[in-house]
């Protein structure tokens, strides 16, 4: 991942007893490897050498798709299960249930991580230090504001604040002080909590649910030692695979002696990345960025061509009828890749019933939406949108106009940043990173606008 070292020591009031500073921590954890079962081919090591990222893993010698990384026992993994309050948590499952779903493991972690003869105490050697972590969470409100507005994180880390801070004070810190004897004083703070929730959310891993299990609850996130170590690429050279008695990383690309070897925490736009891991990938290299397009910014770039109020009540009620449809809603938001909607049916659908004429959608609302058959020049590809309807392409437009109108800043000015280096290396790494976030995003719908002229 294009991001400076993210991986420093976990910070010492946070453990039982400080780590000797002469101490290799990556000596020590490549040592507790084995002693856990976790095996690493000899191909490949943890180094800082090389690397993107702070530690991450590279190849000592060329290694060919396919090949195994290394495998880690389940036994090694550290969850709510294995840690060693797991009894404990799965008898009051019950009453740590939250709207994350994260707390068992959260709780895992607060209790290992004070015990100075934790199992996991070489991994969490080489953990980030807490109070460093980059998530935009821990910006100042303002800088976030002002570096993010229009990119949509600054709204999702106010979600993610009022739901840490409701989730502690009603779940969590009742359950520490019911079981003094488990949890310190010094680890009964909502900063580490929120700390935690940062690097369990750029750190942690979801098992998928088999096929058969679609209508399950997800899986609960577990830390894995090793796996956490490598840094994400959009075009990434190994993946996690999941099987009963291991979790095993595997070459996806030949990896040439001396590279670094990448995972990639799925298809992420880079409002997500900076969001979830604190960092953006430079533009163009991150393939699955996005723009979002606010429903409800749709619905005002229609109601803006209505002339007189019976226009504006027809409007009103054809966005109630979307509703209804499931198509749209208040906080939703139609997705635009750099090749595709990814929101397409909702979008397309949208646009149809906006732009419709008053006898077309009494006939399309008798249907409930039902019996009206998709046309090839209707489908919304991104190289079909110039032969959309003028009507369409005039709402979609005037809907991106209204989006770029949230950024504080236009593309050109940031064009100018990025080409101009000496300018661009001056620049903070939060500067840098939401520029990144920033620009992808303005390129999208600017590309968009272009389609649409």
Request: hydrophobic share 40%.
């Amino acid at each position: 991942m294009a991001t400076r070292a993210k991986r420093r020591r976990v910070a010492g009031p946070v453990r039982g007893s400080d780590p000797d500073p002469d101490l290799d921590p990556v000596a020590g954890f490549l040592s507790w490897c084995p002693q856990v079962g976790l095996e690493l081919i000899p191909k490949v090591t943890v180094s800082r050498q090389g690397t993107v990222a702070g530690y991450g893993m590279v190849a000592r010698e060329s290694v060919q798709p396919g090949e195994l990384l290394f495998a880690v026992p389940r036994a090694a993994l550290l969850s709510q299960h294995t840690c060693s309050i797991g009894g404990l948590l799965e008898r009051e499952r019950g009453a740590l249930q939250s709207q994350s779903g994260w707390v068992p493991l959260l709780l895992a972690l607060l209790h290992e991580l004070q015990t100075p003869a934790s199992l996991w105490s070489p991994y969490f050697a080489l953990w980030p230090e807490l109070g460093r972590l980059e998530h935009p969470m821990f910006w100042p409100e303002e800088e976030r504001r002002q570096l993010l507005q229009g990119t949509g994180v600054p709204e999702a880390v106010e979600k993610d604040l009022a739901n840490i801070r409701s989730e502690y004070y009603s779940i969590v810190l009742p359950f520490m002080e019911a079981h003094p004897d488990l949890f310190s004083p010094r680890v009964r703070s909502l900063d580490l909590y929120r700390q935690l929730v940062a690097l369990v959310m750029a750190y942690s891993f979801q098992e998928p649910l088999e096929e058969e299990d679609d209508e399950k609850e997800p899986n609960s996130p577990l830390m894995v030692p090793a796996a956490d170590i490598l840094n994400h690429l959009a075009n990434h050279n190994a993946n996690l695979e999941y099987s009963p008695n291991c979790l095993r990383m595997v070459a996806t690309q030949p990896i040439p002696k001396g590279h670094e070897i990448f995972n990639t925490y799925g298809q992420m736009a880079n409002w997500q990345l900076i969001h979830m891991y604190g960092f953006a990938e430079p533009y163009p290299d991150n393939t699955d960025d996005t723009a979002d397009i606010q429903m409800v910014t749709v619905r005002e770039a229609a109601l803006q061509g209505t002339k007189v109020e019976a226009e504006r009540l027809l409007l009103l009620e054809r966005w109630d009828f979307l509703c209804k449809l499931e198509m749209v809603g208040e906080e939703g938001a139609f997705v635009i890749g750099r090749e595709e909607v990814l929101t397409e049916e909702e979008l397309t659908t949208t646009l149809k019933v906006l732009c419709m004429s008053a006898e077309e959608f009494r006939e399309f609302k008798d249907q409930d939406g039902w019996g009206d058959n998709k046309r090839e020049e209707d489908s919304l590809t991104i190289k079909n949108i110039p032969k959309l309807k003028a009507s369409w392409r005039q709402l979609l437009r005037d809907s991106v106009l209204l989006t770029l109108q949230t950024y504080a800043t236009d593309l050109k000015s940031e064009q100018d940043l990025l080409s101009n280096k000496e300018v661009y290396t001056k620049l903070s790494w939060r500067e840098q990173q939401a520029l990144q976030v920033r620009f992808g995003q303005k390129m999208i719908l600017n590309q968009l606008l272009e389609l649409t002229s």
